[in-house]
Structure formats: structure tokens, C-alpha cells
Nanobody, 127 residues
Framework: QVQLVESGGGLVQAGGSLRLSCAAS????????LGWFRQAPGKERECVAA????????VYVDSVKGRFTISRDNAKNTVYLQMNSLKPEDTAVYYC????????????????????WGQGTQVTVSS
């Protein structure tokens, strides 16, 4: 069983930056695809970005392309989400997640593809 703990959320003004971290414990996530998701009040949880086990493939939702960057450090068992040029519409609870099957591609990034989830971290962007 893997446990995921997100950190780095907070309140920031529009145009600012935040870096989210997600530390895994219980097992290595080096061979697993990792993803960042977000859920705003009254909305469904959506995939923001995902990175495959070898860090050679990433996907982003169109609304964050060019502003957000997902990366991973397998030695630290951690995945990151660098968020720049933040907008009020980025306000949400951000979750990291990992798949249960090793060596999978990023594929289609949807909540049903991921098996283990963190508790989330709040990101609030003020206008």
C-alpha cells in the first residue's frame, strides 16, 4: 500500500507561482505513472497533469499548458507541480495520485485510471 501526502498549497495573488509536492511512502513509485488532479467547489475532479514512470512522457489539460510543469524525483519518491502565472480559475483542492500497475503509459488521464490518492492541498488564487 502506498501513501501520498501533498504539500505546498496556499493563497497567492493572480500571476503568482506555487510549487506543489507529493511525497510517497510505503513503496517506491519509481515505476508508476503519477498524476495531479484538482477539484473546485461544485465541479468534478479533473486531471491537471500526469507523468509516466520514466519521466519521458507528460500530459497536461489545455487550460494549464505553458503555465504548469509536472516533474518527478524518483530518488526522493516525490512528484512536483510547478504552477506559474496562476489565475483565479486555478483555485481548487489539488490531489496527487498514482496507478497500481507498473510501467504503464500516461494514456488518458482520468480519475478512473488511478488507484491511490493523497488527501489534497488547497490552492487559492485571488484576483
Amino acid at each position: 500500500q502506498v501513501q501520498l501526502v501533498e504539500s505546498g498549497g496556499g493563497l497567492v495573488q493572480a500571476g503568482g507561482s506555487l510549487r506543489l509536492s507529493c511525497a510517497a511512502s510505503g513503496r517506491t513509485v519509481a515505476h508508476y505513472t503519477l498524476g495531479w488532479f484538482r477539484q473546485a467547489p461544485g465541479k468534478e475532479r479533473e486531471c491537471v497533469a500526469a507523468i509516466n514512470w520514466g519521466a519521458g512522457s507528460t500530459v497536461y489539460v489545455d487550460s494549464v499548458k505553458g503555465r504548469f510543469t509536472i516533474s518527478r524525483d524518483n530518488a526522493k519518491n516525490t512528484v512536483y507541480l510547478q504552477m506559474n502565472s496562476l489565475k483565479p480559475e486555478d483555485t481548487a483542492v489539488y490531489y496527487c495520485a498514482t496507478k497500481a500497475t507498473i510501467f504503464t503509459s500516461v494514456g488518458v488521464c482520468t480519475t478512473t485510471q488511478y488507484n491511490y490518492w493523497g488527501q489534497g492541498t488547497q490552492v487559492t488564487v485571488s484576483s
